[in-house]
């Protein structure tokens, strides 16, 4: 779709409800406030009963994230105040800085799909020829980095446990701030939740919780970006739209994960309007089959989606390595 005309689809849906907002504000952070409760009250008899809670928590906490994440686009709420206050304590929350986060989240509104912007707030990606081209350690980098286990369960304690923890050099005053208010907040409430439930407890059941959380919502991250038929191209041949429909997918979920993922899955039109807030995101899908006519995925394509690795430019498609040792023997045998 080329022209403007998608502007008017999405404009009745580029609105904030205070109601709305309020009220998942309400059972999401209120509903993880309980859950921590829960927490205490059950490692007082034993470990084991607050490890299934810990996890409950880790589930809630995604829906957590989409509130700050809804904030950071300044969607969340009218008042930029607002969207400010609660998004830097859902950051702390999420152990996610926010004035940081949004800064890079912001290069990857503007850059997803295009091969030549690659880098920042995505999964490291390579094309065919620039994995046949690399070195064999950057081969073996690549196929560690890309592994479901490294992106499920290393990558969300290295992200949120360290990365998001010191600002990269040269990150402006403000969002370097925010890092260390963010880090501040996580410290005082560690230091109480330590001498409440003692340090070893408290730091494994948070390290639980963050751990389901970033494992979730990483994988969600990935599913809706890294398909088969996903978009990218390079320079003029890039375009937003495009991107944005055809590159991000259309997760279809029950309706307890939707509630749970905080409507994440209307991926596409989120990326194709950031100003809408995540409870007007089904509307919109729901609006005009322009929003209809993408790629779709269930809870099972998401899974098979881990094995597709490279990009490959001839085709269009992201394909899995099977496919490119497949394709090379042909080669050889041609």
């Given at each position: 779709?080329?022209?403007?005309?998608?502007?008017?689809?999405?404009?009745?849906?580029?609105?904030?409800?205070?109601?709305?907002?309020?009220?998942?504000?309400?059972?999401?952070?209120?509903?993880?406030?309980?859950?921590?409760?829960?927490?205490?009250?059950?490692?007082?008899?034993?470990?084991?009963?607050?490890?299934?809670?810990?996890?409950?928590?880790?589930?809630?906490?995604?829906?957590?994230?989409?509130?700050?994440?809804?904030?950071?686009?300044?969607?969340?709420?009218?008042?930029r105040?607002?969207?400010?206050?609660?998004?830097?304590?859902?950051?702390?929350?999420?152990?996610?800085?926010y004035?940081?986060?949004?800064?890079?989240?912001?290069?990857?509104?503007?850059?997803?799909?295009?091969?030549?912007?690659?880098?920042?707030?995505?999964?490291?990606?390579?094309?065919?020829?620039?994995?046949?081209?690399?070195?064999?350690?950057?081969?073996?980098?690549?196929?560690?980095?890309?592994?479901?286990?490294v992106?499920?369960?290393?990558?969300p304690?290295?992200?949120?446990?360290?990365?998001?923890?010191?600002?990269?050099?040269?990150?402006?005053?403000?969002?370097?701030?925010?890092?260390?208010?963010?880090?501040?907040?996580?410290?005082?409430?560690?230091?109480?939740?330590?001498?409440?439930?003692?340090?070893?407890?408290?730091?494994?059941?948070?390290?639980?919780?963050?751990?389901?959380?970033?494992?979730?919502?990483?994988?969600?991250?990935?599913?809706?970006?890294?398909?088969?038929?996903?978009?990218?191209?390079?320079?003029?041949?890039?375009?937003?739209?495009?991107?944005?429909?055809?590159?991000?997918?259309?997760?279809?979920?029950?309706?307890?994960?939707?509630?749970?993922?905080g409507?994440?899955?209307?991926?596409?039109?989120?990326?194709?309007?950031?100003?809408?807030?995540?409870?007007?995101?089904?509307?919109?899908?729901?609006?005009?089959?322009?929003?209809?006519?993408?790629s779709?995925?269930?809870?099972?394509?998401?899974?098979?989606?881990?094995?597709?690795?490279?990009?490959?430019?001839?085709?269009?498609?992201?394909?899995?390595?099977?496919?490119?040792r497949?394709?090379?023997?042909?080669?050889?045998?041609?």
């Open positions: 779709m080329q022209s403007d005309s998608w502007k008017a689809l999405v404009a009745t849906y580029q609105k904030s409800s205070v109601a709305r907002a309020t009220w998942q504000l309400v059972n999401s952070i209120g509903s993880y406030v309980a859950i921590w409760c829960a927490i205490v009250w059950a490692s007082s008899y034993s470990l084991w009963l607050a490890l299934p809670f810990a996890a409950l928590a880790g589930v809630l906490l995604v829906r957590v994230f989409i509130i700050f994440h809804d904030c950071g686009h300044g969607s969340f709420f009218a008042s105040r607002a969207n400010d206050v609660w998004g830097a304590i859902t950051g702390v929350l999420t152990w996610t800085p004035r940081y986060w949004r800064a890079q989240h912001a290069t990857h509104h503007g850059t997803t799909g295009n091969l030549d912007k690659r880098g920042v707030g995505d999964f490291w990606t390579m094309t065919v020829n620039e994995y046949l081209a690399s070195s064999f350690w950057k081969r073996v980098a690549y196929r560690i980095v890309r592994s479901p286990i992106i499920l369960f290393v990558a304690l290295v992200m949120f446990g360290f990365e998001q923890r010191i600002p990269h050099k040269g990150t402006p005053a403000r969002e370097k701030a925010s890092v260390w208010w963010t880090n501040l907040g996580l410290l005082t409430i560690g230091a109480g939740m330590s001498a409440l439930l003692g340090v070893g407890t408290y730091l494994l059941l948070q390290a639980v919780v963050i751990a389901v959380a970033g494992a979730i919502g990483i994988w969600l991250f990935y599913l809706q970006h890294q398909f088969e038929d996903a978009y990218w191209e390079r320079g003029e041949d890039w375009n937003f739209v495009d991107a944005s429909l055809k590159g991000s997918a259309y997760l279809r979920l029950p309706a307890v994960l939707q509630w749970f993922t409507n994440i899955g209307y991926h596409h039109v989120h990326h194709l309007s950031a100003r809408i807030p995540n409870y007007y995101l089904q509307a919109c899908h729901e609006s005009h089959p322009l929003f209809q006519q993408v779709t995925t269930n809870l099972w394509g998401a899974v098979k989606a881990l094995g597709l690795k490279l990009w490959d430019e001839t085709d269009k498609k992201l394909i899995c390595f099977r496919r490119l497949m394709r090379l023997r042909e080669r050889e045998f041609a």
